[in-house]
């Protein structure tokens, strides 16, 4: 008589396509075939302690996922047929879309490398696996992200040819540079900067905000793909945190080496995400939130509560954090004003804040907006308005490490540009701050080979030394159409025409119309 195979357990299920599924090497050395596991310093006792508190397994993986693509591509499918660019909010919003795809969505490419590679490198099966469905997520997202956007490269310009931007163009570098120093790392600190104080600490003010911003500002391409990625986003957040107590728990000798990375790569990620301040507060026409709100909702109450459970394992709230909250005022501000005056070199349009968007900018900034930031947008909007837009023609000096260009200010002081100098070897190098100062000083010899653009453009590395010959033939920016000022730009008019509105010109052509 023919019996029922007994079901398993979801425990017993996830122990066989695991643990069981590892072999002990019998002819190599271990050290041998996983060399980087000893290479940082960390100390691992016992790989089994390591659990995905999903317990996901690779074949119910592939169903979760299958049913997610099926939602996914018929919603895109909806979107494109029915016209969907149409109903944006306006074609500003798209430049928020050209600096999502050309800086963030290469990173989850990198990530799908970054995790590939650093699975091979652990001798623990369960972290292996759990590497390997992450990896297999970020190419996800990089594809549901593409093919999203796809659509909007019909019908608008600057998000052609995103691969060859994000290699070269001047402000790319920093979200490129973020990921080559992590994927450059071993595997245990690459999990620190990107499972833990990336994905976990970090993402929501990445994701939450651009997905809000899409709902508000009606794309409903983006809001899909996003709400599609959140959902294996949770289970890296939460992967993050196990990742981080799994090593702390392992050795105690472990703990100042996590320390140190959680303090480095907190910085290079707050610094990353000052794109994303400028994008809420200046590039969506209607707004969400402001930056210092979602900084204080996504990583002061929830950073503050998460290094709250941390300090039982020695683990104190990252260096400097004290710099991050008080630049929640200024960064956002500070950033727009520095790709306003290089619109010349951008991917993306820009244009001055319209008389009401200063006024909510001014309720959401009470203490900093009116006092330092306003009278810089109202003296440029005087200088446009007589025919004289200002355009900063000079290339801007770079951080060595995070390679923004130097145009923070000091703590406590919004008057004075933060810049830091130190040599080595011979040579003088340049920072932003402490806490890319730091960063370099503890290990020099990886950001001595930082390749920074404006350096490269001095050196004859970019087809020319002249801002028009780098952006036109070394960038692929189409002067003219994907830059400058957004009002007049083909943009502007194809989105005029969209609406109905009177040919560009006409009495409803102003700032706060467009």
């Known amino acids: 008589m023919a019996t029922k195979n007994k079901k398993l357990s979801l425990k017993d299920k996830y122990q066989y396509l695991t643990r069981d599924m590892a072999w002990e090497p019998s002819y190599q050395k271990k050290e041998d075939i996983f060399p980087y596991e000893r290479f940082e310093g960390i100390k691992i006792t016992d790989w089994d302690k390591w659990e995905d508190p999903f317990r996901l397994t690779m074949d119910a993986y592939w169903k979760y996922q299958a049913e997610k693509e099926k ?33 963030v969505s ?81 595997p245990f600190e690459f999990l620190t900067a990107i499972s833990f104080s990336f994905e976990y600490v ?18 409903m391409a983006t809001v899909t793909f996003g709400f599609s990625a959140q959902s294996d986003e949770a289970r890296h957040m939460t992967l993050g945190l196990e990742v981080i107590k799994f090593i702390l728990e392992q050795h105690e000798d472990n703990v100042p080496i996590v320390q140190h990375w959680i303090d480095k790569w907190f910085w290079r990620g707050y610094r990353l995400l000052s794109l994303v301040s400028m994008m809420m507060d200046y590039m969506l026409p209607n707004k969400v939130m402001s930056w210092k709100d979602a900084w204080e909702v996504y990583y002061e109450q929830n950073g503050g509560a998460l290094f709250k459970d941390l300090e039982r394992y020695g683990i104190r709230p990252p ?30 349009h820009t244009w001055l804040p319209s008389a009401a968007e200063m006024d909510w900018l001014s309720e959401q ?26 355009y900063n023609n000079t290339l801007p000096q770079l951080c060595q490490v995070c390679q923004v260009p130097t145009l ?41 080979q930082s390749w920074l653009p404006v350096h490269q453009i001095y050196q004859g590395n970019c087809e020319g030394a002249d801002v028009e010959t780098v952006v036109s033939k070394y960038y692929h920016i189409n002067i003219g159409q994907d830059n ?16 109905g509105n009177r040919p560009l010109g006409g009495d409803d052509d102003s700032r706060d119309a467009a």
């Open 71 to 103: 939602k996914l591509y018929a919603i895109f499918d909806a979107f494109a047929q029915n016209n969907g660019h149409q109903n944006i909010s306006d074609a500003r919003y798209v430049n928020a879309l050209k600096l999502f795809l050309t800086g």
């Open 106 to 186: 290469p990173l989850e490419y990198g990530a799908f490398q970054g995790y590939a590679k650093v699975g091979r490198h652990f001798s623990g099966a369960g972290a292996r696996v759990a590497c390997q469905m992450q990896s297999i997520d970020e190419l996800r997202h990089v594809q549901t992200q593409l093919h999203a956007m796809s659509h909007y490269n019909k019908h608008f310009n600057g998000l052609h040819d995103f691969a060859h931007m994000h290699d070269r163009v001047w402000f790319l570098s920093v979200p490129k540079s973020f990921f080559d120093d992590a994927r450059s790392a071993g």
């Open 202 to 219: 970090l993402t929501n003010l990445l994701f939450v905000p651009f997905m809000s911003g899409a709902a508000y500002n009606g794309d």
């Open 319 to 348: 260096k400097y954090q004290d710099v991050a909250n008080d630049g929640k005022h200024h960064i956002s501000h500070q950033l727009w004003s520095t790709f306003y005056q290089y619109s010349h070199a951008t991917n993306f």
């Open 365 to 390: 900034y009470p203490d900093t907006f009116d006092k330092y930031y306003r009278p810089r947008f109202e003296h440029w909007q005087k200088m446009q308005d007589k025919g004289e837009r200002f």
């Open 408 to 448: 923070f200010t000091e703590h406590g002081d919004p008057t004075q540009l933060s810049l830091r100098t130190l040599e080595h070897e011979g040579e003088r190098y340049h920072f932003c701050s402490d806490g890319c100062c730091d960063i370099f000083k503890y290990e020099p010899e990886k950001y001595i």
């Open 484 to 499: 400058f000022d957004y009002v007049g730009s083909p943009d502007h008019q194809r989105w005029q025409e969209i609406k």
